[in-house]
């Protein structure tokens, strides 16, 4: 007698979430094979786990075979080894959201963790159980779930925009300044506004003063000018509706918290990437190089020591304005 073969009892759910795992793993490292240049990547965390990984395997290489081996093992019917890799891959998975609470948000991580904690509610040992019925699972579920909110909402920080003056596309430079901090006067005037100024509130008069000084530079007024006229009671100043002034008022919050983790300790303070290209042009002899002359200075090395004096607001005539 032959004996029937009994039909293979398939998780679909997870299988479902482990194919869409799979996409979306092979959408971010392909073409590049590293994660580098695709998906969401919109935050800090993208770039410092960018083709990070053991033994220098791209993650989305081990994520991609993880979901793979989840998808074989889920169409042969092997609800236990199922289990098992889903709570395997979760705990694995609540290590990386741990790093990245403390490092940076990923976006595209983020993306992908939603694909292993769905396989891991819907996966049960076997055909008749329920992930409930464990509690230690259950907690490792909600371990998992608040990392991943916890980096969600380091997410949505990190991309809600700061309030930014002048050129907000160049960063190079970045101006953080009080309108009543004499020093950060002269540091406008001085820098312009070419580069992106990052607005403080200090103390009382100075939102009025950056809506002014908002609405003059908008007007293309000259930065000395626009500067001196924010701070007179007598110019006009713009309505704002409640939503409006409402946001700005929480964006220069943000600029004042951005400023503390930058480590500042009174204002202005400047943040320079690199040397700008006219400070960092080094004297050239006839043929190129630099000039052979013994008492011949970098302009970078005049451009620092201006910087090295300038004064702070402690230092002003009016009273201290440290963040």
């Known amino acids: 007698m032959t004996r029937n073969a009994q039909p293979v009892s398939i998780p679909w759910g997870v299988l479902f979430y482990a194919l869409l795992g799979l996409a979306w793993c092979g959408y971010i490292a392909f073409p590049s094979g590293t994660g580098a240049s695709s998906g969401l990547c919109a935050t800090s965390g993208c770039l410092f786990l960018r083709g990070a990984g053991p033994g220098g395997i791209s993650l989305w290489w081990a994520g991609g075979a993880y979901f793979f081996l989840l998808a074989v093992f889920c169409l042969r019917g092997s609800w236990r080894l199922v289990w098992f890799l889903t709570r395997l891959a979760l705990f694995l998975d609540a290590l990386l959201l741990l790093l990245m609470f403390f490092t940076g948000p990923c976006v595209n991580c983020l ?43 380091l997410a949505v920080n990190e991309t809600v925009p700061h309030l930014i003056l002048g050129n907000a596309a160049r960063k190079e430079v970045r101006l953080f300044f009080s309108p009543s901090c004499p020093a950060c006067r002269d540091a406008l005037v001085a820098i312009g506004p070419e580069v992106a100024l990052y607005p403080i509130w200090e103390r009382e008069g100075d939102t009025q003063a950056i809506i002014r000084l908002s609405a003059l530079l908008a007007a293309r007024v000259p930065m000395e000018q626009a500067v001196a006229r924010s701070r007179d009671p007598g110019e006009p100043l713009p309505e704002l509706s409640f939503p409006s002034r409402l946001l700005l008022e929480i964006q220069l919050l943000r600029n004042k918290a951005l400023a503390l983790r930058q480590g500042a300790v009174s204002l202005p303070l400047i943040l320079i990437n690199g040397l700008p290209g006219r400070a960092g042009q080094i004297p050239s002899g006839a043929e190129g190089g630099p000039a052979d002359v013994p008492d011949a200075r970098s302009p970078a090395l005049d451009f620092l020591q201006d910087l090295s004096a300038l004064n702070s607001c402690p230092q002003g005539s009016e009273q201290p304005c440290d963040p």
């Open 111 to 153: 993306v992908a963790a939603v694909f292993f904690g769905l396989p891991a509610l819907t996966a049960r040992p076997t055909p008749g159980g329920w992930f409930l019925d464990a509690p230690p699972q259950f907690l490792l579920l909600t371990l998992w779930l608040g990392l991943f909110l916890g980096n969600v909402a």
